[in-house]
């Protein structure tokens, strides 16, 4: 059975885990973490989606699932979680960089689209060149 819930403190080691193996040479960023929307087992976490917040802006930095998710609601519970949770903390706008067709299909069903904000500079430096930049904007009757 699976439940969709924000990050807590005692999440971090499962979480850490989750994400070392996409991304073996992971370094925690609590903040970062801690704006974490989880979906667990019983025994683990098999997919999450976290932002990092400048200003108004939040950026989607961590989206990882794994194949048991696939075709499933549970990513769109997921992305619903977060959008109230950035909202609630005064976020306007969120913004994820998409290199592949796939991610960015499911992004556009989750109600992204082609950006219209200008990213924060010292996140434009970090994009890979063939990177494209989606948002989605958040009002009160968004919700």
Do not use: W
């Not at 098999?46 to 609601?73: H, K, N, P």
């Not at 994820?96 to 950006?115: H, I, S, W, Y």
């Amino acid at each position: 059975m699976f439940n969709v819930a924000g990050y807590e403190k005692q999440d971090k080691d499962q979480v850490v885990a989750f994400i070392r193996k996409a991304q073996a040479d992971f370094k925690p960023d609590l903040e970062i973490l801690s704006r974490s929307i989880l979906v667990k087992d019983d025994e683990n976490v098999v997919g999450m989606v976290s932002y990092g917040a400048y200003g108004d802006m939040g950026i989607v930095r961590y989206f990882l699932y794994d194949a048991c998710l696939a075709g499933t609601d549970l990513i769109i519970g997921m992305f619903f979680e977060l959008y109230k949770r950035a909202y609630s903390e005064g976020i306007k706008c969120l913004a994820v960089g998409v290199t592949n067709e796939e991610a960015r299909t499911l992004l556009g069903m989750l109600g992204f689209t082609t950006a219209t904000k200008e990213m924060p500079e010292a996140l434009k430096t970090q994009l890979h060149e063939n990177t494209e930049i989606m948002t989605i904007n958040f009002t009160p009757s968004f919700f």
